[in-house]
């Protein structure tokens, strides 16, 4: 049979290159927002390929070896990348995940084939998910993959995050949209995603304004005063800096409420069809407090991410 060029070989052929759209039906203007629509990923998020970067490369210098295990703590995205990941490379997957953690997430987890084991929380409450209990989700994570000889994954210091969503995610949103826009919004976990897609547009125009998203009373990258540890945002925003931030690469910081979280997400899924998490809808949210803050021309157009499925929740 000859080999066809559109043929994927796996799962792992399926991740990037997804759709840019333009959001007109939730607002109109003055200026647009375009969005990555990364819910449209196999494992249901702009994690996959985060996941993908990392296991291709500790594959490639011998970290991860063949039927090695793969150990991770997740907030359920991430653990949903690799899951996809491991099944296509052969590797069996163990993620801890704070108990706080949307139900439906570790589901989808098991469903893939990983084994799920929850961790109680520290000070957080379902659905709200703080650093402490991050923490303490990681540290069993570190401690599994000593015990079973398994590749401890550690996202929060995988320098191959950044690169892939440079080469990857900020590029394709240069060629999609055929120009730099003249911003672009992100919420904050790793801060991978902001930083990368951040360098590339900085990289084609040096005046693109990159906002980073934090919930109001968790707005540790503006240096303010963590009040609020809990909000609805999962997956991000956990009271304290990434450890590979570069403050160079935000230009400013947008607070979004949990009341505005909620609206934006049924706003995105009843006017555009689009069922999307917490993370995505705060997204959008500042995306539009950014052009409607005067702050960019009125024709702006400002590029964000739609994080991940609402099927997760």
Known sequence: MPASSSLASSSLDLIGRTPL???????????RVVAKAEFLQPGGSIKDRAAKAILQAALGDGRLRP???????????????LAVACAALGHPLVVTMSAGNSPARARMLEGLGAEVILVDQVDGAPGQVTGADV?????????????????????????????????GTGKEILEQLGYAPQAWTAAVG?????????????????????????????????????????????????????????????????????????LWRHKLAVQEGLYVG??????????????QSGRLPPDATVATVLCDTGLKY
Not at 278 to 286: I, K, L, P, R, T
């Open 67 to 81: 039927g090695m295990p793969v150990v991770e703590m997740t907030s359920g995205n991430m653990g949903a990348g």
């Open 190 to 262: 790793t801060g991978c995603t902001f930083m990368g897609v951040a360098r590339a547009l900085k990289a084609a125009r040096p005046d693109t304004v990159c906002a980073a998203v934090e919930p109001e009373g968790c707005q540790a990258l503006a240096g303010a005063p963590v009040t609020k540890a809990r909000h609805l945002i999962q997956g991000t925003s956990y009271g304290a800096v990434p450890p590979h931030w570069d403050p160079s690469l935000m230009d400013i910081s947008l607070a979004v409420k949990d009341e505005e979280v909620e």
């Open 21 to 31: 759209i333009a959001l007109s039906r939730i607002y109109s203007g003055p200026g």
């Open 278 to 291: 917490y993370s995505a809808a705060a997204n959008v949210c500042a995306a539009v407090k950014l052009l």
């Open 135 to 167: 923490q303490a989700a990681a540290r069993m994570a570190q401690d599994l993959a000593a015990e079973r000889g398994g590749f401890y994954v550690n996202q929060f210091h995988a320098v191959e995050c950044i690169r892939a969503h440079e080469q």
